[in-house]
């Protein structure tokens, strides 16, 4: 089995590599995915021109593919519940051995006593700063989620589920959607498609243009992403790390 | 293999292709041929990444910075020294790596974790299920559970 799997791999990757002989340079300038596309290049030029936001990697994650983004924020919703639903025991009980109760130790406690406020003061930052360097509501909020399992692993989970519960943890998670798709509803009942986001200048106060209704729109939906993710990765950890039971931690 | 269709393969030019297809068939040999549960799903993490990074590497440009616009650029366009009416900046592509692949992947890291969530989750069910986390075993078992099973 093992000596017929080795033969498929290598059969694949000898026709994959052979294949690649015909793919562009690395790194050229004049690849077909770098130049004959009008389109990046066009992201490149006309992005702080329509969006006032420098970093065009998130105007085109929020702005120009934001309904990807909107449904991507979804999947990891579903994920969640997936989650939960597959390890929450329904009928009976597993017979699994118990891990043994241990006190926290002292030197784990008083370092993440120090570094939770930072990670989650840096995570924080990383959301609201996605526009001017790399960031944005992903991986800020994968880092505000993985500053709660340290806590609950220097403090353990009962702890933090009393912080972060499972049924705050669903409601955080369904409120990030709901700005999203909110954002994209406030622009549709204003007359525009849905997640056309420049008419908005017309609700916001204090901003004229549209390119300034697009950046600050990136901001509030980049945050609603940031929602959900944290309330996501805990959800995962404290299902994954219980068996679904959440009633001791590692 | 004579040599001249070595020569003609052009590994310099490619390497960022040879390097993570390598990647890629040492995960799928990885989710074909290992018996552990857990070893198919790092297979499947391998491979998600080395995907991953196939596509980060078409979009890179030769002397090119990362796709952010540089904070002198905005200040400029935001106050300009003279005339009152800004005028929009004159970027050139070239000087940036194109930010579409790295857009396209943000997407697919995300899916990538969930993926690999929910199939963690699936693999403790089987492992409290089953007892065993080694694939020929399970298959002993569930054709023995056949069909008197709850």
Redesign the interface.
């Known amino acids: 089995?093992?000596f017929l799997?080795?033969i498929?791999?290598?059969i694949?990757?000898g026709l994959?590599?052979?294949a690649?002989?015909d793919?562009?340079?690395?790194?050229?300038?004049e690849?077909p995915?770098?130049n004959k596309?009008d389109?990046?290049?066009k992201?490149?030029?006309d992005?702080?021109?329509l969006t006032e936001v420098?970093?065009?990697?998130t105007a085109?994650?929020a702005d120009y593919?934001g309904f990807?983004?909107m449904f991507?924020t979804v999947?990891?919703f579903?994920?969640?519940i997936?989650?939960i639903a597959?390890?929450r025991p329904v009928n009976h009980d597993?017979s699994?051995p118990q891990p043994d109760d241990e006190d926290p130790d002292l030197i784990v406690l008083m370092t993440c006593r120090l570094l939770i406020p930072v990670i989650q003061l840096f995570a924080l930052y990383v959301v609201a700063h996605g526009h001017?360097?790399?960031g944005g509501g992903?991986q800020g909020g994968v880092m505000l989620g993985a500053s709660f399992i340290l806590y609950a692993l220097a403090y353990g989970l009962p702890k933090a589920l009393v912080r972060l519960s499972e049924k705050r943890a669903i409601t955080l998670a369904v409120i990030g959607i709901l700005i999203y798709a909110g954002f994209g509803l406030a622009t549709q009942f204003l007359g525009r498609n849905f997640l056309d986001y420049g008419v908005l200048y017309k609700i916001m106060p204090g901003v004229e243009t549209e390119a300034w209704a697009r950046s600050h729109s990136m901001l509030g939906v980049e945050i609603g992403v940031a929602f959900t993710v944290t309330a996501i990765m805990f959800a995962?950890y404290a299902?994954?790390s219980t068996?679904?039971r959440l009633d001791r931690g590692l | 293999m004579n040599t001249a269709l070595l020569a003609?393969?052009?590994v310099a030019?490619?390497?960022?292709?040879?390097v993570y297809?390598?990647l890629?068939?040492i995960g799928?040999?990885a989710m074909?041929?290992k018996n552990n549960l857990i070893k198919k799903l790092i297979g499947m993490s391998i491979f998600q990444t080395a995907i991953i990074l196939f596509y980060v590497?078409?979009?890179?440009?030769?002397d090119?910075s990362?796709?952010?616009?540089?904070?002198h650029?905005?200040h400029e366009?935001h106050h300009p020294k003279d005339g009152s009416t800004p005028v929009?900046?004159k970027?050139e592509?070239?000087d940036?790596a194109?930010?579409?692949?790295?857009?396209l992947m943000?997407?697919a890291?995300?899916?990538g974790?969930?993926?690999l969530?929910?199939a963690?989750?699936?693999t403790?069910?089987i492992y409290?299920e089953y007892d065993s986390l080694e694939e020929d075993e399970i298959i002993v078992k569930v054709k023995d559970y056949g069909g008197h099973h709850g």
Do not use: C
Not at chain 1, 54 to 57: A, I
Not at chain 2, 13 to 18: A, L, R, S, T, V
Not at chain 2, 57 to 62: E, L, N, T
């Open positions: 089995m093992k799997g080795l498929a791999v290598l694949t990757g994959m590599l052979l690649s002989n793919f562009p340079d690395w790194a050229d300038s690849s995915a770098n596309a389109l990046s290049q992201y490149v030029t992005t702080l021109e420098p970093n065009m990697v085109v994650l593919r990807d983004t991507e999947v990891i579903v994920a969640g997936a989650i597959v390890l597993y699994l001017h360097s790399p992903f995962i299902n994954l068996r679904g | 003609d393969l052009e030019q490619h390497i960022n292709y040879w297809i390598v890629m068939m799928l040999y074909v041929s590497s078409i979009g890179v440009k030769k090119a990362i796709p952010i616009l540089d904070h650029i905005v366009y929009p900046p970027i592509p070239d940036y194109n930010p579409l692949p790295h857009v943000l997407t890291i995300v899916v974790v969930s993926t969530g929910v963690l989750s699936i403790q069910r409290a």
